[in-house]
């Protein structure tokens, strides 16, 4: 799923690790790839320890935050459970669901097959939630329906892709949502990236109130910035760069809390 046509990241300055997964990202996302694939190893590694420290640091508002009345119940149901379980959990199926409902979809080119499939997922994992996480399961809905229904048009009119050209009718509504999409990323990484911090809600538990819904977004900061890490890695390097950095985080911090508690 790479970003045809789009100019790399790092064309200004080839070989600059920086340049390619700066967090500037987030303030003017784009879809270009890293010019310069092999460097895969020291781009994540750098967003390893950029996205690890950010989200220490963010911690103490997290928590302070959470005093409005957020009760943590995920280490409660985590420690209720075997280790190998937890580690497959935490390690494995965790990235590999997120990954695949916010990230998969992350490329220059709309697939409107992976955009109904990805909403699909969400909606089936999400839809009993919550206070926001209501929202981020309604905005899934959302996506399935209209991106299920144009590609469903796709298929029957024998079109595969959602580019197809036509002066009048679907065709042409299809081709104008993906010019959309290519000529504004903004719109759907950041969705993805605070979709990815609201349903960590879900490891509350917490009576909604003006002011517990004022601070949700301090609350799951950490997994704000998170979020932003795993999808500079996701369209810089690819899908399975953004899974591989995901798995390593929460690796390293399944780790370090299993062994203090």
């Known amino acids: 799923m790479s970003n045809e046509g789009i100019p790399p990241a790092d064309a200004a300055a080839p070989g600059g690790v920086w340049s390619t997964i700066s967090p500037r990202f987030g303030a003017s996302p784009d879809w270009r790839a890293a010019a310069n694939q092999r460097r895969w190893p020291g781009g994540l590694a750098l967003l390893f320890v950029i996205g690890l420290g950010g989200s220490i640091a963010l911690l103490a508002v997290s928590l302070l935050a959470a005093r409005t009345g957020y009760v943590n119940t995920l280490e409660t149901e985590l420690l ?10 935490v390690v494995l199926l965790a990235p590999l669901i997120e990954e695949l409902v916010f990230r998969l979809a ?43 229904a144009l590609w469903i048009q796709s298929l029957v009119a024998g079109v595969g892709r959602p580019d197809a050209s036509g002066e009048s009718g679907p065709g ?20 993805s990236i605070a979709a990815f911090g609201v349903v960590h809600l879900a490891n509350y538990e917490v009576g909604w109130t003006v002011a517990t819904i004022v601070v949700a977004p301090l609350v799951v900061s950490p997994q704000i910035w998170l979020g932003l890490m795993f999808t500079i890695a996701r369209v810089r390097y690819g899908w399975w760069a953004g899974l591989v950095l995901h798995a390593f985080h929460n690796l390293a911090v399944w780790s370090v809390t299993s062994a203090l508690g």
Do not use: Y
Not at 80 to 89: A, T
Not at 108 to 123: H, M, N, Q, S, Y
């Open 106 to 148: 992350l490329t220059a080119r709309l697939r409107l097959g992976v955009l109904a499939i990805t909403g699909a997922f969400g909606l089936l994992n999400f839809a009993g939630g919550d206070g926001p996480v209501i929202v981020v399961a309604a905005v899934f809905a959302l996506m399935v329906l209209l991106s299920g």
């Open 172 to 191: 042409a509504w299809r081709e104008d949502v993906a010019r959309w999409w290519e000529a504004h990323p903004q719109w759907p990484v950041w969705f």
């Open 80 to 89: 209720d459970r075997p280790l190998v379980e937890q580690l497959l959990l």
